[in-house]
């Protein structure tokens, strides 16, 4: 009968919770992540090994790759083909490791991201630097562990004649851990190994005297000192690599930006595509080309220039935009004691002295045992020459090798080991000759075994064979440092001549919202005729500007969008536009009140905002530049159901000019009013009576000596000399009456404007009238005259909203 299913009675929580514990465990210790002591990872390890146990090393022939991983795959390392070759190529890109670790013949990748040909056509062998990985492991120098299937075994760490994790780096994923160590200059590393044998309470600070910080394989520059030394100093930080370039002059004064080196992992080919996209989509302007001009003897990529291009412009562009220059994050994160840990520099240092000391003490203990041992026989044969004749005719007398062995040991005292030796001598070593040679070899034995005995015995004589073992493999394979530091990121700042092709349009703003820029050609096609709006629309603003500039546009919530014109979406004059809601999200109910157009943001220029319920607000142009502008930004802080009604934009010395709805006018200066931030709500500009609110307020300079003109809500219009009827005053106060009060029917302002004679005004009627209005045919009057009607109330409704004809 078959043995009955055993099923276990388990939360599957439980079930999963410690097979993922498991799982996580093998990746973390088995897989993704670094030992500290020899930098490599598992499979890295395997291919290592293996390739040493076959004599596939440097000073031998290139073999095939593909023998290689299937030795990895059949005796070590049970995993598919694919992983196992793909580290060993990534240990061969000396643009990816900072001393290769193999030498490759063949198509092993390349900085474009190529593939790498199949492991059945390229060929390998260790180079001469790996050789210093595992030199002396058949000397009991780690512990060998049995492979998958217990046929053979591996070593769990490798000697590492020098502190491979820092040298050539790591990156790994695992579970819930991840490491990025980046590249660093051999020497460099050797003498902060040195530096902390010495001086082990040495901080970073010293280190950071001798290791500089990373060296990438590919060059480069790394801006960033403070994050490099937090990165030293507690396994985590943040550095800035960029690519090197230089601009180089061409015919004709034009430019080209060339590129020579880039940063880390950085795939060319994207890079270079990602560059004439922006090109192409004319995010960037005056590139004539870019190409990539990379041959044997390195890289180059060439950005040319046209003839009015601003090189050092287009290159901070691209620096900005592109992986010409990006973030790297240190994340120095290895495997100690079978634990993942989160390390400083000196930590991983630190780890792989001790690993060293314990490797030259296990090192020298095999030699010494060696020694003795070999001191041992050499004793022996010394002591058989010395009384050969005796030793040949017992040998002869003997019956076999056993009986010989044991006559020996019986009649002169020999050692089991000292008579396998006599028996097995060969008759030439008997000569004058070779009795020397055994008397030099027992000297030099005595020597050896001193010194390891010193070395077993003694911290300082280990730590100084250490260091000496240390230096020579730097004397042998340090090379130039790539990559250059610099102690400050720099700030990257793109004018936006750069982005944008300098272009004079015409942009259109509707009351209603509605925009549009038109090229100059577009605009002088439709003779002067209006821009194409709505019937109930109005045009607020329409003006010649540049596609550098930028346009504020204030709502009656206090908001403001920050528009650069080159954004906007370019139009013939003769179609509509786009509502500005489309370009910033505002709310439905909300409304444009102003918009202005700015060309450089640090003139000495204000904006004053005037709100309905009578306050001012000043606030320096410079505070509304902004970076961020998909959403509406605050202009003003409002309160109360206060609505902002309008905004002006001044130079410091314009007069203020306000009237409310019941007939009050208030003249002061515009420095009466305080500079305040953009969040501020302001100070009080007039003094309301109760159900009052502000119908306008208007700026204007008293050397224009301009007129004011109002309108009220039945239709009625007139024009004033400020500086005649008005008397100036101080801010926060009632105002002069501007109109005669009437006990039936009263007159109302429905608005107000500053005008000149060559102005027409406009009205608007409750009913859609719009009814025209020449200042130069009205004549001045004083304050209590109510003006003279241009439209019938009866017929068309009151007036609700007048303004200054555009054309």
């Not at 080209?256 to 090109?279: D, F, G």
């Not at 489309?582 to 157009?597: F, G, K, M, S, Y």
């Amino acid at each position: 009968m078959a043995n009955p299913e055993k099923l276990l009675d388990l939360p599957l929580e439980e079930v999963i919770g410690d097979r993922f514990g498991i799982y996580s465990k093998y990746i973390i210790q088995e897989r993704a992540l670094p030992d500290v002591r020899d930098g490599l990872k598992p499979v890295q390890r395997r291919i290592l090994y293996a390739m040493h146990q076959d004599g596939n090393t440097h000073e031998k022939p290139f073999r095939k790759s593909a023998k290689t991983v299937g030795n990895v795959i059949g005796n070590y390392h049970p995993h598919g083909d694919t992983s196992v070759y793909d580290a060993m190529v990534r240990l061969s890109q000396d643009w990816k490791v900072r001393n290769v670790l193999i030498e490759m013949h063949g198509n092993n990748g390349s900085l474009d991201g190529d593939p790498p040909a199949a492991m059945r056509y390229t060929e390998a062998r260790l180079s001469p630097i790996a050789s210093e990985l595992l030199r002396d492991i058949d000397r009991h120098t780690v512990d060998f562990v049995p492979n998958f299937d217990d046929t053979t075994e591996e070593p769990i760490v490798l000697p590492s004649r020098f502190p491979n994790l820092l040298v050539n780096g790591s990156t790994g994923i695992s579970a819930g851990y991840a490491t990025d160590i980046p590249p660093h200059h051999l020497g460099e590393v050797i003498d902060g190994a040195i530096m902390v044998m010495e001086k082990p309470d040495c901080t970073v600070g010293d280190l950071m005297t001798v290791i500089k910080g990373p060296d990438f394989p590919t060059g480069g520059i790394v801006q960033g000192i403070d994050g490099i030394k937090k990165a030293y100093r507690t396994g985590k930080g943040k550095i800035v690599v960029r690519g090197r370039s230089t601009i180089e002059p061409l015919k004709g004064g034009r430019e080209q930006i060339v590129i020579t080196e880039l940063p880390y992992e950085v795939n060319k080919a994207n890079l270079v595509k990602k560059m004439e996209e922006l090109r192409l989509d004319r995010k960037v302007e005056g590139i004539a080309e870019v190409r990539d001009e990379t041959d044997r003897t390195g890289t180059r990529v060439i950005i040319e220039m046209k003839k009015d291009g601003d090189a050092a412009g287009v290159l901070n562009y691209f620096y900005k935009n592109t992986d010409l220059q990006i973030t790297y994050n240190f994340n120095m994160v290895a495997i100690v004691n079978k634990t993942p840990k989160l390390m400083g520099l000196k930590d991983i240092l630190a780890a792989y002295i001790e690993h060293q000391k314990e490797v030259v003490t296990r090192r020298s203990a095999f030699d010494l045992k060696k020694a003795k041992e070999r001191q041992h026989i050499v004793e022996g044969l010394i002591k058989a020459v010395s009384i050969l004749d005796d030793v040949i005719q017992t040998i002869r007398a003997s019956k076999d090798k056993k009986d010989a062995k044991h006559n020996l040991s019986e009649q002169y005292g020999f050692t089991d080991a000292q008579a396998e030796a006599i028996v097995n001598l060969q008759l030439y070593r008997l000569t004058n000759t070779d009795i020397q040679t055994l008397q030099q070899e027992a000297d030099e034995l005595k020597e050896t075994i001193a010194h390891l005995e010193a070395v077993l015995g003694s911290e300082k004589m280990l730590i100084k064979v250490i260091k000496k073992e240390l230096n020579t493999v730097k004397k042998k394979y340090a090379a130039e440092r790539r990559t250059t530091i610099e102690h400050d990121i720099e700030e990257i700042k793109i004018d936006l001549e750069v982005m944008v092709a300098s272009e004079d349009v015409m942009v259109a703003l509707t009351k209603d919202g509605y925009i549009k820029r038109s090229s100059l050609r577009s605009f002088a096609a439709s003779n002067g005729e209006d821009a194409a709006m709505k019937e109930t629309d109005r045009m607020l603003l329409q003006q010649e500007m540049n596609t550098t500039d930028t346009l504020l546009v204030f709502t009656n919530k206090g908001h403001y969008l920050y528009l650069p014109v080159h954004e906007m979406p370019d139009k013939r004059w003769k179609e509509l536009g786009q509502h500005v809601a489309n370009l910033v999200p505002i709310d439905e109910d909300e409304e444009v009140v102003q918009a202005i157009a700015v060309k450089d943001f640090e003139e000495d220029l204000y904006l004053s905002f005037i709100t309905k319920n009578g306050m001012i607000k000043r606030t320096e142009l410079k505070q509304y530049q902004a970076q961020r502008r998909s959403k509406p930004l605050v202009a003003l802080k409002l309160k109360d159901n206060d609505e902002c009604i309008d905004v002006h934009l001044t130079d410091g010395s314009a007069n203020i000019v306000i009237a409310t709805r019941l007939g009050y006018g208030l003249w002061f200066d515009e420095q009466e009013a305080g500079l305040v931030g953009p969040r501020a709500s302001g100070v009080k500009a007039v003094n309301l009576k109760d159900g009052d609110v502000v119908a306008g307020g208007k700026v204007f300079w008293p050397e224009e000596k301009p007129d004011l003109f109002i309108a009220t809500q039945r239709g009625s219009v007139k024009k004033m000399a400020i500086a005649k009827t008005l008397e100036k005053s101080s801010r926060a106060r009632r105002g002069l009456v501007m109109l005669r009060e009437l006990k039936k029917s009263p007159h109302r302002i429905a608005g107000i404007e500053i005008v000149n004679d060559e102005d027409t005004m406009m009205l608007r009627t409750e009913k859609d009238t719009k009814v025209p209005v020449k200042v130069s045919e009205l004549r001045s009057t004083d304050r209590y005259n109510n003006g003279s009607f241009v439209i019938d109330q009866d017929e068309s409704g009151d007036v609700i909203e007048i303004w200054k004809n555009l054309k």
